[in-house]
C-alpha cells in the first residue's frame, strides 16, 4: 500500500513539472518603444563684434546680439517644413528699433543632398527718415525746409530663396545660394544674390570630447537694380563679397572667428549701405572694408532637451 502511495505520487510529481514545463512563461510586457514626435522647436542666440549681412555691416561696425524661434514639422523623415522668426540689434540709416526676420520654407533631403526653398521678409520697426537740412549742411529727421531725403522711411522688404548642400563625406560638405527681391531694401531696386561654399568639419577624436572644428569659406556675388524711389534714380553698384574663418563646438555652443570683404570702393560703399556718416565724410563709407569678426552662439531644439 505503502509502496502504491509513493508510485501514484511519484507520478502526479513528474506530470505536474512535464505540464509546468509547457505553459508559457508569463512576464510583464516592456512599455512601447517612444514615437518620436513630427514636431519640434529651434531656438538659439548669438553675440558678435559686428552683424556683417553680405559684406555689409549692419552694426555701424559694432557688437549686435540676436535670437530666433523656429517651429518645425516633419512630414516624413526628408521632409521638414518650418516657420520661424529671428531677430538682430542693428544700427542703420532709417534708425530702426531692430532687423526682425519672418521667414517660412521647406527642406527635402534626397541622400546627401539637402535643399531649402522658402520665403523671407525683413522688417524694421520704428523707422525715421533722414533729410538734408535747408541749409545742406547736415542731417535731420524733420522734413521742413529741406533740401531732399538721405534715407528711405520705411525698408521692409522680401525676398524668396533657394540653398543646397551636398555632404561628399563625414569631412567635406559643399553649398550654394540663391536670393531674389523685387524690390531691395523697398528701393525699386531689384536684387539677386548668388554664393558657393565649402565646409571642412574635423573628425572625430581629433579634438576633445563634446569639442569640434570646422574651416569654412563663401563666395557670393549681389546684382543690385536701379534705386526708383530716390529721386533723381541711381543705379545701385554690383559688388563681389567673400568670407573665410574657423569655428569651434562645444555642445550647444559655436565660436566663429571669421574674415569678410568686398571689392566695393568707399564711395560705392556709401550708395550700398546708406551709412549717414557718408554726408560728413565726402559721401564714403567704411561699413564695406575688410573686417573680422568674432561671434559666439547657441543652437538647440526641444527634441535634444527630451
Not at 549692419?58 to 521638414?80: H, K, L
Not at 561628399?168 to 531674389?180: E, F, H, K, P
Not at 569639442?211 to 534705386?227: D, I, K, N, P, R
Request: negative net charge.
Amino acid at each position: 500500500m505503502k509502496t502504491m502511495f509513493v508510485t501514484a505520487a511519484s507520478i502526479l510529481a513528474l506530470t505536474s513539472g512535464a505540464l509546468a514545463a509547457d505553459l508559457p512563461v508569463i512576464t510583464k510586457a516592456p512599455p512601447p518603444a517612444p514615437v518620436a514626435s513630427a514636431w519640434d522647436i529651434a531656438f538659439g542666440g548669438l553675440i558678435a563684434s559686428d552683424y556683417n549681412f553680405r559684406g555689409v555691416s549692419q552694426s555701424d561696425r559694432g557688437p549686435s546680439v540676436g535670437a530666433y524661434f523656429e517651429p518645425r514639422f516633419n512630414i516624413t523623415p526628408n521632409v521638414q517644413l518650418y516657420a520661424g522668426i529671428g531677430g538682430y540689434s542693428v544700427k542703420l540709416a532709417s534708425d530702426p528699433a531692430a532687423e526682425i526676420d519672418l521667414y517660412a520654407g521647406i527642406r527635402p533631403t534626397f541622400g546627401p543632398l539637402a535643399l531649402d526653398i522658402g520665403f523671407l521678409y525683413y522688417w524694421y520697426p520704428r523707422e525715421s527718415q533722414l533729410f538734408i537740412d535747408p541749409t545742406g549742411t547736415f542731417l535731420t529727421t524733420s522734413p521742413v525746409g529741406a533740401t531732399g531725403f538721405w534715407s528711405l522711411n520705411d525698408t521692409d522688404f522680401w525676398e524668396i530663396y533657394g540653398k543646397a548642400t551636398y555632404t561628399i563625406s563625414d569631412y567635406v560638405a559643399v553649398g550654394g545660394a540663391l536670393y531674389y527681391a523685387e524690390s531691395w531694401l523697398n528701393s525699386g531696386a531689384d536684387g539677386t544674390f548668388a554664393s558657393a561654399n565649402i565646409k571642412f568639419t574635423a573628425p572625430a577624436g581629433f579634438l576633445p570630447s563634446d569639442v569640434g572644428a570646422y574651416v569654412s569659406a563663401e563666395v557670393g556675388h549681389y546684382w543690385l537694380g536701379t534705386a526708383t524711389a530716390f529721386a533723381p534714380p541711381f543705379d545701385v553698384p554690383d559688388y563681389l563679397t567673400w568670407n573665410a574663418g574657423i569655428g569651434f563646438t562645444y555642445k550647444v555652443l559655436t565660436l566663429d572667428l571669421r574674415y569678410y570683404d568686398t571689392d566695393l570702393t568707399p564711395a560705392e560703399c556709401a550708395l550700398v549701405g546708406g551709412d549717414p556718416a557718408a554726408f560728413y565724410n565726402g559721401g564714403t563709407s567704411r561699413w564695406c572694408d575688410a573686417t573680422f569678426i568674432a561671434k559666439l552662439s547657441f543652437d538647440l531644439t526641444l527634441a535634444s532637451l527630451r
